[in-house]
């Protein structure tokens, strides 16, 4: 099993702040890296797929990079709406795997 | 617009069983997968498996293997997962999600979730 790890586990920032959050691959995913989004008592959302792609109807204050086994998540200009927990997870092959998720918490 | 409606809260006794079922409307239901994910209190996303709704294919995650079914109906767009043989750390909200075959294969719809909980 591809194993997903992020980091860091959680961080504070302000509203305003430049947040990254980083995902690693075990082994080699090519570019098949998807990004969610989870609030409490919440459904995840759907944010980024195939590592770049931003969703339509997504702020474009979210963006996707890397390939191979490292990726990152930036959410630029940090929003009220954007403290949340965010999940990295691949689409390579099976068993589809998660990463443990970041939390992103009020400064 | 695309929704995933599924079915409500259960509470179960150890050993028993139970049927989660998801309603998909806004697209054509035969064109797309179905995952099932949960989650544990507290815990990140677990991923259960998957049907690919065209030909009724399943692949589920090996530690549920023998444990869970995942099947659908057509006539009614809707997914269901049976999970038997509960034990207390299958206590979770489960949920079904799309695979979104334009998206890299992500999950792009996922529905509001089911809690279930097992408790004696």
């Known amino acids: 099993d591809i194993q997903m790890t992020q980091s860091p586990s959680s961080l504070s920032a302000s509203v305003g702040d430049r947040v990254t959050i980083t995902c690693r691959a075990s082994?080699?995913?090519?570019?098949?890296l998807n990004w969610y989004q989870q609030k409490p008592g919440k459904a995840p959302k759907f944010l980024i797929y195939a590592a770049i792609s931003v969703q339509f109807g997504v702020p474009p204050r979210f963006s996707g990079s890397g390939s191979g086994t490292d990726f990152t998540l930036t959410i630029s200009n940090l929003q009220p709406e954007d403290f949340a927990t965010y999940y990295c997870?691949?689409?390579?092959?099976?068993?589809?795997?998660f990463g443990q998720g970041t939390k992103v918490e009020f400064k | 617009q695309v929704q995933l409606v599924q079915s409500g809260p259960e509470v179960k006794k150890p050993g028993a069983s139970v049927k989660v079922s998801c309603r998909a409307s806004g697209y054509t239901f035969t064109n797309y997968g179905i995952s099932w994910v949960r989650q544990a209190p507290g815990q990140g996303l677990e991923w259960m498996g998957w049907i690919r709704i065209d030909n009724a294919n399943t692949d589920y995650a090996q530690k549920l293997q023998g444990r869970v079914t995942m099947t659908t109906d057509t006539s009614t767009s809707t997914a269901y997962m049976e999970l038997r043989s509960l034990r207390s750390d299958d206590t979770a909200v489960y949920y079904c999600?799309?695979?979104?075959?334009?998206?890299?294969?992500?999950?792009?719809?996922w529905g509001q979730g089911t809690q279930v909980t097992v408790s004696s």
């Open positions: 082994q080699s995913i090519s570019s098949f």
């Open positions: 997870q691949q689409s390579n092959s099976f068993p589809r795997t």
């Open positions: 999600a799309r695979l979104g075959y334009s998206h890299g294969d992500a999950f792009d719809h």
